[in-house]
């Protein structure tokens, strides 16, 4: 099966805002309430982290308007 160009921009499109939106969230965190790297609540990061790319990737369900 071969994916249509549309599809694949989509595919970029949100892999692209889900990359940004875990970063921003991981920095977020990180940056609050945290004095040093032995503070920071790793499995808790990583869980919100994984949270906020599925609410990306739902979110570009409904579309994208880079991708017409």
């Known amino acids: 099966m071969q994916l249509g160009d549309k ?14 939106t875990v970063a921003e969230t991981a920095l977020a965190i990180i940056g609050s309430n945290t004095f040093g790297i032995t503070q920071v609540d790793w499995l808790g990061l990583l869980s919100t982290c994984a949270l906020s790319g599925i609410i990306t990737v739902l979110t570009c369900i409904k579309g994208l308007p880079e991708v017409k």
């Open 7 to 20: 599809t694949k921009r989509w595919i970029k499109a949100t892999a692209v805002r889900s990359v940004k």
